[in-house]
């Protein structure tokens, strides 16, 4: 299926082909490495008849940061039309709701977000009924984005009261960094679920097994390479927001054209204040 690109968000995890560490190999595939794709149909292969030429598509093509780009037909899915008024990244959102499903969350529980970036603020709008949420964040908008959007409470690293460590059945970390990984480990319950969410790629870490091994919980590494399942996600995401929309201006604060790419990588890298997603609009 060939693809109008019409907007590509910048993942984090792009950044890491950008900053050259290593293990990446260059030159990379045109598009690469925008993945958070959003278009319109243009082309169908032979033997394609589903979606339809002009139809709102978003999914898995990961050659995004490009004006148009080819994916498997069974990779997209149809936009429905109550999200069609902006651009909803749809590798992102199939990726919080996989994070979701891997929590084991049901309507009514408590958790705690330790790192709340894009991700985080999708995963909390996918939420069952009735959850009740902290967040740890160590940036201040991060922190009044997360109240925003209705966290109980939001902390930084140096100010999560000491009643909090050992209190969350669900604790879902989302930072991809080593300290997140350690405030993660300290806020589970005994025989709680760490979720790992955050994109550890840039290195190993270290983990506290002795106290991952007393407190008996259940560890989770909440990614997803099977496309299928992803598609799944996505498509299971529609469904639950119905026509509640999702709250995105408040999540996709900067918009640059493909000539100006370079940009967009650099403030995701600085973050200033504000700075949640930036979207490349070829
Ligand atoms: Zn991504």
Redesign the pocket.
């Known amino acids: 299926m060939l693809v109008r690109i019409r907007a590509c968000?910048l993942?984090?995890?792009?950044l890491n082909a950008w900053r050259g560490v290593p293990g990446i190999e260059y030159p990379m595939p045109a598009g690469a490495p925008g993945?958070?794709t959003w278009g319109e149909v243009v082309g169908l292969g032979d033997h394609v008849s589903h979606p339809r030429v002009d139809e709102t598509v978003t999914g898995l093509l990961w050659n995004g940061f490009a004006e148009f780009g080819v994916a498997r037909a069974e990779n997209l899915v149809v936009v429905p039309t109550a999200f069609r008024t902006a651009p909803v990244?749809g590798?992102?959102l199939a990726?919080a709701m996989n994070v979701l499903r891997r929590s084991g969350l049901v309507a009514g529980g408590r958790l705690a977000i330790v790192g709340f970036g894009y991700?985080a603020a999708l995963l909390v709008q996918l939420l069952p009924t009735g959850c009740d949420w902290v967040a740890i964040s160590r940036r201040q908008d991060s922190r009044q984005l997360a109240l925003r959007l209705g966290a109980q409470a939001a902390y930084g690293f140096d100010n999560v009261p000491s009643d909090a460590w050992d209190s969350f059945a669900v604790v879902i970390e989302a930072a991809g960094v080593q300290q997140a990984l350690d405030y993660a480990t300290w806020l589970v319950a005994y025989g709680g679920r760490l979720v790992i969410a955050g994109?550890h790629a840039d290195g190993p870490r270290t983990v506290n097994m002795q106290s991952w091994n007393w407190k008996g919980i259940d560890v989770i590494n909440a990614h997803e390479r099977q496309p299928s399942v992803y598609v799944d996600a996505l498509r299971n995401a529609f469904d639950q927001l119905g026509e509640r929309p999702l709250d995105l201006t408040l999540l996709h604060t900067h918009s640059f054209d493909l000539d100006h790419v370079n940009e967009a990588f650099g403030l995701a890298e600085s973050r200033p204040a504000g700075f949640v997603k930036a979207l490349v609009h070829p």
């Not at 993942?11 to 792009?14: A, I, L, R, Y």
């Open positions: 968000g993942c984090g995890s792009d993945h958070e990244l590798e992102p990726c991700l994109y």
